[in-house]
């Protein structure tokens, strides 16, 4: 099985986009895919509101970005909107290499490679 990073919106509603990331995390598991969500893995240990622990969190994601592609893993964009962290991820995984996807719920859950 293939790890693909979870690459998503976080701030904002954060309790709405933590929902969101399980069911983002169960369409991949369910595509034969192992989720890599950071939402889940840091919800309630940092406060995304304070700057200084965002930039924690933040450096933390890249780096386990970065070991997924030892794996072969991807990174699987989720919903419309880029955020500030979500740009950050997407360009660390594009200089490691990473294959970059997204994720269109529209049309059924289908993975589509990114062009650019």
Do not use: W
């Not at 989720?35 to 889940?40: A, E, G, K, V």
């Not at 406060?47 to 933390?60: K, S």
């Not at 994601?61 to 880029?82: N, P």
């Amino acid at each position: 099985m293939q790890l693909a990073y979870v690459c998503a919106p976080l701030a904002g509603d954060i309790s709405a986009n933590i929902t969101k990331a399980r069911e983002y995390s169960r369409e991949l598991a369910n595509s034969g895919l192992i989720p890599i969500s950071t939402h889940l893995l840091f919800d309630g240990v940092y406060d995304d509101n304070d700057p200084v622990q965002r930039e924690i969190v933040m450096d933390a994601c890249i780096e386990i970005l970065k070991t997924i592609i030892d794996c072969g893993g991807l990174l699987i964009i989720f919903g419309d909107k880029i955020t500030a962290g979500m740009k950050r991820e997407i360009e660390a995984a594009r200089e490691a290499c990473i294959p970059v996807f997204n994720f269109d719920t529209e049309y059924g859950g289908k993975i589509a490679r990114e062009t650019s």
